[in-house]
């Protein structure tokens, strides 16, 4: 029913730059809160950062300063820029919204995954 697109994902030096797109399609009422999780072999997905509908945005402490999270709801699409990347920042990225739908109801999609890798 939703679908989850990423892109961007990629090879990069440390210190350089990336920029992640997530398209959510399908049928749906609203998103919220939308973001990116990533994950590392035998650790926990964890949140990377993520936003409301109103903009409110939370960014996860390895990550604040470097990355800019933005959405554009006309779009229905996230984007993370990720800058002054280090080697800690490899890992599978992931798509995450919550997707309401028009009968009140929601539900958790995720994306199926982008490599993001980074050169030390």
């Known amino acids: 029913q939703v679908q989850l697109v990423e892109s961007g994902g990629g090879l990069v030096q440390a210190g350089g730059s990336l920029r992640l797109s997530c398209a959510a399609s399908?049928?749906?009422?609203?998103?919220?809160?939308m973001g990116w999780y990533r994950q590392t072999p035998g650790k926990q997905r964890d949140l990377v950062a993520s936003i409301s509908s109103v903009g409110s945005i939370s960014y996860a402490d390895s990550v604040n300063g470097r990355f800019t999270l933005s959405r554009d709801n006309t779009k229905n699409t996230v984007y993370l820029q990720m800058n002054s990347l280090k080697a800690e920042d490899t890992a599978v990225y992931y798509c995450?919204?919550?997707?309401?739908?028009?009968?009140?109801?929601?539900?958790?999609?995720w994306g199926q995954g982008t490599q993001v890798t980074v050169s030390s």
């Open positions: 995450y919204a919550n997707v309401w739908k028009r009968d009140g109801t929601a539900d958790s999609y």
């Open positions: 399908g049928s749906f009422f609203s998103i919220n809160p």
